[in-house]
């Protein structure tokens, strides 16, 4: 049974940098696209961005584009978000999401202080 897990979060300033990883089990992820949802209190869940299953295909939110970068290294079923150029805004809980299974992960918080 595929098992998403997020791990990266935290907090941090204004205009820092963030990592968020999203580690996978199961033999098939390099097939699946995979993307990154977040959720900001008393919002709904909104999409971040997507990556294809080999990498070379990756889609953003306008309001992050640019700041962040998704990737992905299949030799370590494990996908990736970094976060530069943090604001307050990009505060939320931050879900990882295997589009092709429709499997979403826990979560992990991004606090960005003012």
């Known amino acids: 049974q595929v098992q998403l897990v997020e791990s990266g979060g935290g907090l941090v300033q204004a205009g820092g940098s963030l990592r968020l990883s999203c580690a996978a089990s199961?033999?098939?992820?390099?097939?699946?696209?995979m993307g990154w949802f977040r959720q900001a209190p008393g919002k709904e869940r909104e999409f971040v961005a997507r990556i294809s299953g080999s990498g070379d295909i990756t889609y953003y939110a306008d309001s992050v584009k640019g700041r962040f970068t998704i990737s992905r290294d299949n030799a370590k079923n494990t996908v990736y978000l970094q976060m530069n150029s943090l604001k307050p805004e990009d505060t939320a809980v931050y879900y990882c999401v295997a589009h092709s299974i429709g499997l979403w992960g826990q979560g992990t918080l991004v606090t960005v202080s003012s």
């Open positions: 199961g033999r098939t992820f390099s097939s699946y696209t």
